[in-house]
């Protein structure tokens, strides 16, 4: 987005992304109110990744001029790919962006203004990025942005990583988890909450039919916060309940009992 240093590094992670999601991505990150700003997209290793499609559908689209692309290693882990991040990106500050998501205009700009007002710390947490999430229609299941991490919250100074070192590659699942403890535990990072926000997901680009459409939804909520699922285990269970009644609606018994039985077990 610029010829000058950048100020931030925004690391896009994709996989199997539909190409307008990411699009839409992209131009979140044009629209900042930060000029300066570095595009990285780490994706899957596989000729049909979101990257490569992208460009095989419209290489002349400006969008994609200046950004870096890296593909992950043969595992596509994306754990592995955060940490070969941390040589590879030329901002003062570094933050993370799933391609489902996008972000607000002024998102930037707030935190690391928040950021330079504490110099003792180097990190900002924030869930001003949960506002925005990208997705087509709403479906009618949210939870609260207050309460639970999420690796996108986060803007780290260049230097962050010298003193807590890299993300732990052997627990994968948990490594956001783990991060989120050392940081708190060496009293480094920098609250900046925004006024409470809904998240909602849902499938419409993956199926013509409504009732699969809400079962999709749920289901990438709880993979997408599963970290925020496992410590709230009544939210997860009222998740699970209504994934079956999705299902139950569209005619799909199979999937109805899996996740009904499912909420059954679920201890609250």
């Known amino acids: 987005m610029t010829d000058l240093k950048p100020k931030v590094s925004v690391v896009i992670l994709t996989k199997n992304t539909p190409l307008m999601l990411f699009k839409r991505c992209i131009h979140s990150l044009y629209s900042q109110t930060i000029n300066e700003i570095e595009i990285i997209v780490f994706d899957m290793n596989e000729p049909s990744s979101t990257f490569k499609e992208a460009l095989k559908s419209d290489r002349s689209d400006p969008i ?19 940490n070969r991040m941390l040589h590879n990106f030329h901002g003062e500050y570094l933050t993370f962006i799933s391609s489902q998501d996008i972000m607000p205009p002024k998102r930037l700009e707030l935190a690391i203004e928040e950021l330079e ?27 609260s942005s207050h309460g639970f991490a999420y690796l996108a919250q986060l ?30 535990r060496m ?30 939804g749920c289901r990438q909520l709880y993979i997408k916060y599963k970290s925020y699922y496992e410590k709230n285990k009544k939210a ?21 009992i899996q996740f009904y039985t499912m909420a059954i077990f679920t201890k609250t």
């Open 236 to 256: 997860k269970k009222a998740l699970y309940l209504l994934t079956a009644e999705h299902y139950k609606d569209a005619g799909l018994f199979f999937r109805f």
């Open 155 to 184: 803007i780290f100074h260049k230097d962050c990583f010298k003193l807590i070192g890299s993300f732990d590659e052997y627990l994968v699942s948990h490594v956001d988890d783990e991060l989120f403890l050392r940081l708190q």
């Open 117 to 143: 007002s504490h110099r003792d710390r180097s990190v900002v947490c924030t869930n001003y990025i949960l506002q925005a999430n990208n997705i087509l229609d709403a479906s009618n299941y949210q939870i």
């Open 64 to 82: 994609y001029y200046g950004i870096t692309f890296f593909e992950m290693t043969d595992d596509n882990e994306f754990v592995i790919s955060k």
């Open 187 to 216: 009293k480094q990072i920098v609250d900046f909450p925004v006024e409470e926000a809904a998240i909602r997901v849902n499938g419409n680009f993956y199926s013509d039919y409504s009732s699969v459409n809400g079962a999709i």
